[in-house]
């Protein structure tokens, strides 16, 4: 786990699971910046890895560059540098697919968090997700860009049939697709006990809310432990795909949480 001077900290972990030989999925965490980043590759032979490196690279050393500390910015400029980062991101990888051979058709999905004093900044394209854990109760914060969460949004499928619906991994927004992006981005009020969790479609596709929630309840001090029991419980329920977790908070909410247990 990585505490930074500004009392944010993160913790992360990335599996390829009990299927995949290799892992496509790649995250950063940044505390001294108050940053973190999720991305999921998608392509052919190692490209999915390539398009998720570059992702997380690109916007990490774009935050990086601006030598601000995490509080040194408002959350409406922060949340326009995030749309600003992921284009750079989707620039890079759109160019490397069209220009060396073996890299044709990859792409990327993308989670950003950034926090921003007592907001937190998000932005993200494709269906990797950012939750919020916060008095006992997960709540999805962002809305995957998928076809299935298009039909819920009409009201064809219910939240449960797009769960187990064959079609639940096909985006319909990935970085390195189009020259442009449409990043969706947010900011939401941080409060000292919430949890912060992005994580890929690796870990959502097997492991329930409901078992999410419970791992978070009993999460402690450790984010890094609480990361790893994710990561085991969605192995355990068959590991399909690769897995990864960040989680991330306001330092003192879990000795908080660990006080009530």
Same mark, same amino acid.
């Given at each position: 786990?990585?505490?930074?001077?500004?009392?944010?900290?993160?913790? @992360?972990? #990335?599996?390829?699971?009990?299927?995949? +030989?290799?892992?496509?999925? =790649? $995250?950063?965490?940044?505390? &001294?910046?108050? !940053?973190?980043?999720?991305?999921?590759?998608?392509?052919?032979?190692?490209?999915?890895?390539?398009?998720?490196?570059?992702?997380?690279?690109?916007?990490?050393?774009?935050?990086?560059?601006?030598?601000?500390?995490?509080?040194?910015?408002?959350?409406?400029?922060?949340?326009?540098?995030?749309?600003?980062?992921?284009?750079?991101?989707?620039?890079?990888?759109?160019?490397?697919?069209?220009?060396?051979?073996?890299?044709?058709?990859? @792409?990327? #999905?993308?989670?950003?968090?950034?926090? +921003?004093?007592?907001?937190? =900044? $998000?932005?993200?394209?494709? &269906?990797?997700? !950012?939750?919020?854990?916060?008095?006992?109760?997960?709540?999805?914060?962002?809305?995957?860009?998928?076809?299935?969460?298009?039909?819920?949004?009409?009201?064809?499928?219910?939240?449960?049939?797009?769960?187990?619906?064959?079609?639940?991994?096909?985006?319909?927004?990935?970085?390195?697709?189009?020259?442009?992006?449409?990043?969706?981005?947010?900011?939401?009020?941080?409060?000292?006990?919430?949890?912060?969790?992005?994580?890929?479609? @690796?870990? #959502?596709?097997?492991?329930?809310?409901?078992?999410?929630?419970?791992?978070?309840?009993?999460?402690?001090? &450790?984010?890094?432990?609480?990361?790893?029991?994710?990561?085991?419980?969605?192995?355990?329920?068959?590991?399909?795909?690769?897995?990864?977790?960040?989680?991330?908070?306001?330092?003192?909410?879990?000795?908080?949480?660990?006080?009530?247990?």
């Amino acid at each position: 786990m990585v505490k930074s001077a500004k009392s944010i900290v993160m913790g @992360g972990l #990335t599996h390829p699971g009990r299927v995949r +030989a290799e892992n496509e999925d =790649c $995250i950063v965490t940044r505390s &001294d910046l108050g !940053l973190a980043v999720l991305a999921d590759g998608m392509g052919g032979h190692q490209a999915g890895e390539v398009a998720s490196r570059m992702a997380v690279d690109a916007i990490a050393e774009f935050f990086s560059s601006q030598r601000r500390p995490a509080s040194g910015q408002k959350a409406a400029d922060k949340s326009k540098a995030i749309a600003e980062a992921i284009q750079k991101a989707n620039a890079a990888i759109y160019e490397a697919a069209q220009t060396r051979p073996e890299y044709k058709g990859m @792409g990327s #999905t993308v989670v950003v968090a950034m926090f +921003a004093g007592d907001r937190l =900044c $998000i932005g993200h394209v494709g &269906d990797s997700r !950012l939750y919020r854990f916060r008095g006992d109760a997960l709540e999805q914060l962002t809305k995957d860009h998928s076809v299935v969460q298009e039909l819920v949004n009409r009201g064809l499928f219910t939240p449960e049939e797009a769960r187990q619906s064959i079609a639940k991994n096909l985006v319909t927004r990935a970085l390195g697709v189009d020259q442009t992006i449409e990043a969706d981005t947010a900011a939401t009020t941080v409060q000292p006990d919430d949890l912060y969790l992005l994580c890929s479609d @690796g870990l #959502t596709d097997v492991v329930s809310d409901e078992q999410i929630a419970e791992i978070l309840r009993h999460a402690g001090r &450790d984010l890094d432990a609480a990361a790893r029991n994710m990561i085991d419980r969605a192995n355990e329920q068959g590991g399909p795909d690769n897995v990864s977790v960040i989680l991330a908070g306001i330092d003192g909410q879990s000795a908080k949480r660990e006080n009530r247990a």
